[in-house]
């Protein structure tokens, strides 16, 4: 599918940021590590694998990148075209408006169950169609109560 180089330098960063999605929904993110071809970030949302993103880099601008895995609030991504040694050095020494130590309190250690945020897709259908059979025995049940007082009178 997507080839990685796992191999490349990563640095330490944790910095402040924001991602767009495909639908063009700002995230705040905090990037963990980036290297050359890449990024670690902690989001809120789950991304999907896939996914296309846009992850604003401090002191230098908007860079398209695809998410390469995820694993609950963490997720690895790949810069659509790797950044330059110039702009990754500008990205480490700007400032960002805020503290990422702080963005959403401490962060959650890599061992510790992440809380879910947003329901799967599965979950959204298992919802829609127990809400839609519960509408249906609802208002065949009225429909049945309603027709039998009708019958009573005629």
């Not at 191999?7 to 960063?13: F, G």
């Not at 002191?59 to 609030?73: F, K, M, Q, T, Y």
């Not at 790949?78 to 963005?103: G, H, W």
């Not at 879910?116 to 599965?122: C, D, E, H, I, P």
Request: hydrophobic share 50%.
């Amino acid at each position: 599918m997507w080839q990685t180089d796992r191999s490349a330098v990563r640095t330490q960063v944790d910095k402040a940021s924001t991602i767009r999605t495909g639908d063009g929904v700002p995230l705040d993110v905090v990037i963990e590590n980036l290297s050359h071809s890449g990024f670690k970030i902690e989001c809120l949302a789950n991304l999907a694998v896939g996914e296309e993103i846009a992850l604003g880099l401090a002191g230098v601008g908007v860079r398209a990148a695809i998410v390469l895995w995820s694993n609950g609030s963490t997720a690895g991504c790949r810069f659509n075209d790797p950044i330059s040694q110039a702009e990754m050095e500008a990205t480490i020494a700007a400032s960002t408006v805020i503290d990422a130590s702080n963005v959403w309190g401490p962060l959650p250690s890599e061992n510790a169950a992440v809380p879910q945020r947003r329901y799967s897709t599965r979950r959204k259908l298992a919802l829609v169609l127990a809400a839609t059979l519960a509408a249906w025995v609802f208002w065949s049940a009225v429909a049945i109560a309603f027709w039998q007082i009708v019958r009573a009178f005629i």
